[in-house]
């Protein structure tokens, strides 16, 4: 799993998630392309990423509405273009914490 440069356009959930913290998703993924931890939007962390077979997939918080301490575990979802590709992202995830 990479960072992409492709479009994560069209993307949407799909039941994958996993519970981590942000600082260790910050080692694994490397950092969010959308940071605003202030609780004021749906998403406080966004990434975009690709599978090892360059399906492009999302990483995000959804509706926490606070601010999220470094450390602090929660339920992250992943979104993707099907159920495949997001259950695909959550074992290249998971294999990496």
């Given at each position: 799993m990479k960072k992409t440069t492709k479009s994560a356009g069209g993307t949407s959930f799909h039941d994958s998630t996993f519970d981590c913290s942000v600082?260790?998703?910050r080692k694994v993924l490397g950092e969010p392309v959308y940071e605003c931890n202030d609780g004021s939007d749906k998403t406080n962390f966004d990434w975009e990423m690709e599978t090892d077979n360059g399906d492009v997939f999302t990483v995000y918080d959804w509706k926490e509405y606070?601010?999220?301490k470094e450390d602090e575990?929660?339920?992250w979802h992943i979104g993707g273009m099907s159920k495949q590709i997001t259950e695909?992202?959550?074992h290249e995830i998971e294999s990496g914490l």
């Amino acid at each position: 799993m990479k960072k992409t440069t492709k479009s994560a356009g069209g993307t949407s959930f799909h039941d994958s998630t996993f519970d981590c913290s942000v600082s260790t998703l910050r080692k694994v993924l490397g950092e969010p392309v959308y940071e605003c931890n202030d609780g004021s939007d749906k998403t406080n962390f966004d990434w975009e990423m690709e599978t090892d077979n360059g399906d492009v997939f999302t990483v995000y918080d959804w509706k926490e509405y606070r601010a999220l301490k470094e450390d602090e575990i929660i339920q992250w979802h992943i979104g993707g273009m099907s159920k495949q590709i997001t259950e695909q992202a959550k074992h290249e995830i998971e294999s990496g914490l």
